[in-house]
């Protein structure tokens, strides 16, 4: 199988070869080809996501991805900023469901800012909707009647692109403790309410699923009054963003989490991303934390290549390197990237 | 001066009979007059704002304003539903300043879920945009060209309403610690570009205050990781919501936040209400948590009266009571919404 790695701006290239070393370790006969995205892109070819990028990303079997953004690139136009990569390959390669598991390893309780007992036994997913809602909509500036400058943005779903993602929560939550949690605005959006009314209507399939409803106000409430008390979250674009990054202080550090980015629940084209940005004030520095990326590439495994037991053995060596005290600075230690990176290959039997 | 009381549904009626005993027991000479709201009035007219009732908030010197929503009419047609009433006065009063404090009494460190160093001296104000955004723009169900059921719902800002709301913003920071931080997603969305904009143009005029930018996907995780180290933040309409729902758990308890709706820094109309909801659950059984309400009642005396000598001596006396150790149930305590309003009313000195 051929795996691309992009990996992107600031920390993405360092925690990105910690998470190929992982891969290579496993000696599973993959391939790995390398391009550039996000800033680094653009500085070397005036586009943050080169055609010869995008063509690699669809003829692999799986995208590991870094991170983008980069600062010096912020007053550009916007599909020439580093996002715009990132938002254009989900698009193009129909990434439609993101999963965000949001897991606190045992040892990492005293690096979150939540007392224990909030987030004891931490293991939630958000299944967040990624290529619709008001991300893609028609945006842009006008002048309004009175000649004022107006920035527009339409947020919308149809019943189709609800329906395939909450399938994708539902099936989910099959797996698991058969709870799903679907959050949207629907007292004041007309999107939450087709959203609510799609996820109601799919319910009666998935009888065994005890289904609630939580708008989005309240669940980032409950997100820090009580977040062990979730389990799968399913919701659109722009709260999955809001909320995903929320609850991954939950589980410690935001350098812990890893992301898939799904076209189907298993299958070629997913893409494999720590949730973190790019960390322009730590790059290349050797600070950052590897474990999301290494994470991610644990999820790539699983989903895109169908192989958990590989999947499994990345998931323990983490929590095996954890648990023996390996602690990058955001965890409150010292080690290195490279360090950590070591520190798990040391623990993958 | 004339009082609008506005009780609505669940356990408003509750807390805000006892917001009015304080501002009775002040002997200030006011006038006040209720009206049915929400889903009470929706019950007796039909309507979930009656003409009378907006007539006569407009009428009013202030707003006091309990709760609304009410299952029951949960499936009802959006403006006949409880929420369409505090939307509707809301934009019918022009209430575009949203003043929501989330301040950390002493006492209250262990009914957080956030350890105490990440608390500790929480005195955060977050000044929400109330009647633009997603809320208020073009919204509806259609079917799309495929003939599927689509949703969808115009999120925008013109430069004229973000500069009335960033102004409140700096003139608050003015007031405090010179900090203020906006809060967008100008990285994806136009509206949040055109904010940004317009925030960077007028700081310009506010040399003193030192303005950052933060993307609401981050700003939710800040909120977790170290809440007590913002100040004042300003952002849009949907952000703002749920980036005050969330600051209010750090605060202890929801029921403990107050909010004053204005359209300008002091005068005539402004609305207050505690930030929490009508919840049902707890309806009609004496265990809701005054304190929000008496707040809000306090900010009514700073703003819409102009008498702020009345307004710390309400603040000192909810912190008195708390010092006694005066505890609803939603603060770990046995009080019931009468007791806790006589607590606060034996400290009013
Ligand atoms: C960089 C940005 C466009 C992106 C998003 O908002 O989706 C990021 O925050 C994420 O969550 O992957
Ligand atoms: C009830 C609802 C319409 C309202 C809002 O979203 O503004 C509430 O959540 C609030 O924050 O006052």
């Not at 080809?33 to 943050?48: F, I, K, N």
């Not at 980032?220 to 202080?249: E, K």
């Not at 730590?282 to 590439?297: E, Y």
Request: aromatic letters at 6%; glycine letters at 10%; one cysteine or more.
């Amino acid at each position: 199988p051929l795996i691309a790695v992009l990996p992107g701006d600031g920390i993405g290239p360092e925690v990105t070869t910690q998470a190929r070393r992982v891969l290579e370790a496993l000696d599973l006969g993959l391939q790995f080809e390398e391009a550039p995205v996000g800033g680094a892109a653009y500085l070397v070819s005036g586009r943050p996501l080169p055609p010869e990028t995008l063509t690699l990303a669809k003829r692999a079997n799986a995208v590991l991805f870094g991170a983008i953004g980069d600062p010096r690139f912020e007053a550009l136009e916007r599909q020439l900023r580093p996002e715009a990569a990132l938002l254009g390959i989900r698009r193009e390669l129909g990434l439609f469901a993101n999963i965000r598991p949001a897991t606190l390893f045992p040892g990492l309780e005293s690096a979150t800012s939540l007392k224990p007992e909030a987030v004891a036994g931490l293991d939630i997913v958000i299944v967040r909707e990624l290529v619709g809602d008001v991300y893609f909509g028609e945006k842009g500036r006008r002048h309004n009647a009175e000649g004022l400058r107006q920035g527009y943005d339409v947020m919308s779903y149809n019943e189709a692109e609800v329906e395939r993602i909450a399938r994708v929560g539902f099936e989910m939550a099959k797996r698991r403790k058969k709870k799903l949690c679907s959050v949207d605005k629907a007292n004041v959006l007309e999107t939450s309410q087709l959203w609510r009314d799609v996820v109601n209507e799919m319910s009666t399939q998935y009888p065994e699923i005890e289904l609630t409803h939580m708008y989005v106000d309240n669940a980032a409430m409950q997100l820090v009054r009580q977040p062990n008390a979730f389990d799968v979250i399913v919701t659109g674009n722009l709260f999955g963003d809001i909320l995903s990054d929320q609850a991954s202080m939950c589980a410690g550090s935001i350098g812990m989490l890893p992301s898939a980015s799904l076209r189907a629940w298993s299958g070629d084209n997913g893409m494999y991303e720590p949730i973190h940005g790019s960390a322009p004030d730590i790059a290349g520095q050797g600070k950052a934390n590897p474990c999301a990326a290494i994470l991610s590439a644990a999820m790539l495994l699983r989903h895109s290549l169908s192989d958990e037991a590989s999947a499994q053995r990345v998931e323990k060596a983490v929590a095996g390197a954890l648990a023996k005290g390996a602690r990058t600075a955001d965890l409150g230690g010292s080690l290195s990237t490279t360090e950590m990176g070591d520190a798990v290959l040391r623990e993958l039997v």
